[in-house]
């Protein structure tokens, strides 16, 4: 059964001006796709959606440097990664804990670009093998708010799961004030955080910047980000954000608060591809 759009409540009332986020559904072709394999892997994904449903009561939060997501009764082991096609860049034990780097960098440059200076990178910590803490760094959230990101990580534990697809979908709506929210990106701002996009398109809705990112390392086969923002042509900022990360295939519409959010697409998603 489909679960409607949730809304973040913002506080105060007014004039306050609002960004509107809205996801399209949200389609994981990998990840809780392996609750169709059977088996302890199917259990623990399944115990993992559960307590995604309840988030505060199994989830801490830190949002003061990037998202550190904190779990207080870890499921998932080491081993499992490998379902969601995930092997870092690098591991570090100390006693207990084992600590997991993953990198990815640009697929490309242009000159005078060293691809490394813009890469996506995130840290898990394990404790007894199991998946304790996830760290993402404070540049990821310059395009999606971390209320909207914690919207997204919670919608999964209502998540519409398709076994003949084997996918699962989830769609969050939400507005929020200008305290909450990212500055609006302009084309200026990408290059800054992103480097020279791979390509630029021009389509009636507006510039699309095409960016490609992928494992650091060989050994890291970590799926790939492939994502296009397309920015508007009256304002030059970013209006949309949609693509592929990791394995995953997500939609992001930015909107002002006159304008009325988008008909979401059907349910349905399919595995990415290279």
């Known amino acids: 059964m ?6 973040a409540a913002t506080g105060g009332g007014g004039r306050r001006r609002r960004f509107r986020f ?9 990840g809780l796709a392996c609750l169709l394999l059977g ?12 307590q995604l449903a309840s988030f505060d009561r199994y989830f801490e939060t830190d949002l003061r440097d990037g998202v550190k997501l904190t779990c207080k009764q870890p499921v998932l082991l080491a081993e499992d990664m490998a379902f969601f096609k995930l092997a870092p860049e690098s591991r570090q034990r100390a006693g207990i804990a084992e600590m997991w780097h993953f990198r990815w960098v640009k697929a490309y440059a242009v000159a005078g670009e060293a691809p490394a200076d813009y890469a ?4 898990f910590t394990f404790v007894d093998h199991k998946l304790t803490r996830v760290i993402l760094p404070e540049r990821l959230f310059a395009f999606i708010p971390k209320p909207m990101f914690l919207l997204m990580v919670r919608a999964f534990g209502h998540a519409q799961i398709d076994r003949e697809k084997r996918t699962a979908n989830a769609s969050v709506h939400a507005d929020f004030g200008p305290d909450q929210t990212p500055p609006r990106m302009t084309g200026a701002g990408l ?3 992103l480097g020279a996009p791979m390509a630029k398109t ?10 490609r990112y992928q494992a650091a390392s060989p050994d890291q086969r970590s799926g790939y980000i492939d994502v296009t923002f397309t920015l508007d042509p009256a304002t030059g900022t970013v209006r949309h954000l949609e693509g592929i990360v990791f394995n995953g295939r997500i939609n992001l519409d930015f909107t002002e608060p006159s304008a009325q959010p988008p008909a979401p697409n ?4 399919h595995g990415a591809t290279p």
């Open 2 to 7: 489909s679960r409607p759009g949730t809304k």
């Open 22 to 30: 809205w996801t399209r559904p949200l389609a994981l072709a990998g």
């Open 39 to 50: 088996g302890c892997i199917y259990l623990r994904l399944l115990e993992l959606k559960n």
């Open 120 to 123: 996506v990178t995130a840290d």
């Open 191 to 193: 290059t800054a955080l």
């Open 202 to 211: 021009e389509t009636a809705a507006g510039t699309k910047w095409r960016y």
């Open 266 to 269: 059907p349910p349905s998603a």
